[in-house]
């Protein structure tokens, strides 16, 4: 039976998935058992047990006398909005230097191309201990904060930027979610042309309707210095801050190489010759007017466009 090359790889990698699971098996139920001879508890009761994390700065509302549970979903939540920063920050960036990276002026295309290679081949926790130690010895106080454009001031104190907070209406809100999602459906839904029109009509209303009674209202608040620190505004710590940086840094050489790539694509197609064989030329020329052809097939051009 197992000289057969089929049968005999079968074995081979069944034996080797046992060996695999009795080992997890073994690990399993030593842990457990030496967590039970300890009087340990094993399970998820201790998520809605009181946390006592201490957690610097969160967009959620939290204390350490909070859950486990409640714990681990702010730090999602810090983790979407650092992801949408850096997202953004790192998309812009990276077309910019991208597209320097093509430049014809040396120095701008070189220094480019040092932003990449170092934003590659540095791994990004050494990056971000890097920056993290340079934060304190590089960045002014809170009084000489660097101010960069938009409203935003960079100093020993951390980030800080402008913000807006918003006030609507939940009933406007959720018809206009209604509406929206309904002329979704009716709009990529097969139907009858004039049923579809008027469902849409009607969504259109009520999306309108909702706009109206939701009352957006958008205040910005812009950071302003006062005292020894600032107030207003979104404010990142230096620990924030330095994870916001280090990760757009990284993240910029890769789109940055991306786009460059996707330039060089595109202008890559160039003319290309093909000769063709008088003989072959002659030869289908004969053979058109053999076949009763009015025109003969046209073999005279040599260049075609790839």
């Known amino acids: 039976m197992l000289t057969n090359t089929k049968t005999r790889a079968i074995v081979i990698q069944s034996v080797l998935l046992a060996l695999v699971v009795a080992v997890i098996a073994l690990l399993v139920a030593?842990?457990?058992?030496?967590?039970?001879?300890?009087?340990?508890?094993?399970?998820?009761?201790?998520?809605?047990?009181?946390?006592?994390?201490?957690?610097?700065?969160?967009?959620?509302?939290?204390?350490?006398?909070?859950?486990?549970?409640?714990?681990?979903?702010?730090?999602?939540?810090?983790?979407?909005?650092?992801?949408?920063?850096?997202?953004?920050?790192?998309?812009?960036?990276g077309l910019v230097v991208g597209l320097a990276r093509l430049s014809s002026n040396p120095l701008v295309a070189a220094t480019s191309k040092v932003w990449v290679e170092i934003a590659r081949n540095f791994p990004p926790l050494v990056l971000l201990i890097f920056?993290?130690?340079?934060?304190?010895?590089?960045?002014?106080?809170?009084?000489e904060a660097l101010a960069l454009p938009m409203g935003v001031f960079l100093s020993m104190r951390g980030l800080?930027?402008?913000?807006?907070?918003?006030?609507?209406?939940?009933?406007?809100?959720?018809?206009?979610?209604?509406?929206?999602?309904?002329?979704?459906?009716?709009?990529?839904?097969?139907?009858?042309?004039?049923?579809?029109?008027?469902?849409?009509?009607?969504?259109?209303?009520?999306?309108?309707?909702?706009?109206?009674?939701?009352?957006?209202?958008?205040?910005?608040?812009?950071p302003r210095f006062a005292g020894s620190n600032f107030e207003g505004g979104l404010e990142l710590t230096p620990e924030l801050t330095t994870i916001l940086l280090g990760l757009t840094i990284y993240t910029t050489g890769f789109v940055a190489e991306i786009t460059a790539g996707g330039s060089h694509a595109l202008h890559r197609h160039t003319p290309v010759n093909i000769t063709i064989n008088p003989v072959a030329a002659k030869a289908s020329q004969a053979l058109s007017r053999a076949a009763g052809l009015e025109s003969p097939i046209p073999m005279s051009s040599n260049r075609c466009r790839m």
């Open 30 to 93: 030593t842990t457990i058992g030496n967590l039970r001879a300890r009087g340990m508890p094993i399970g998820f009761d201790f998520l809605s047990t009181s946390s006592k994390l201490v957690i610097s700065e969160s967009f959620l509302s939290y204390d350490s006398s909070q859950s486990y549970y409640w714990a681990i979903l702010v730090g999602i939540v810090n983790t979407l909005f650092i992801s949408f920063l850096v997202i953004f920050f790192s998309t812009v960036l």
């Open 131 to 143: 920056l993290y130690s340079l934060w304190w010895k590089v960045l002014p106080t809170a009084g």
């Open 160 to 222: 800080n930027m402008p913000s807006a907070t918003m006030d609507f209406n939940a009933a406007g809100v959720t018809l206009m979610a209604i509406a929206a999602i309904i002329g979704a459906w009716r709009l990529f839904k097969p139907d009858v042309v004039r049923w579809r029109r008027g469902s849409l009509a009607l969504c259109g209303a009520l999306f309108i309707l909702g706009w109206w009674l939701a009352k957006f209202q958008v205040t910005p608040e812009l």
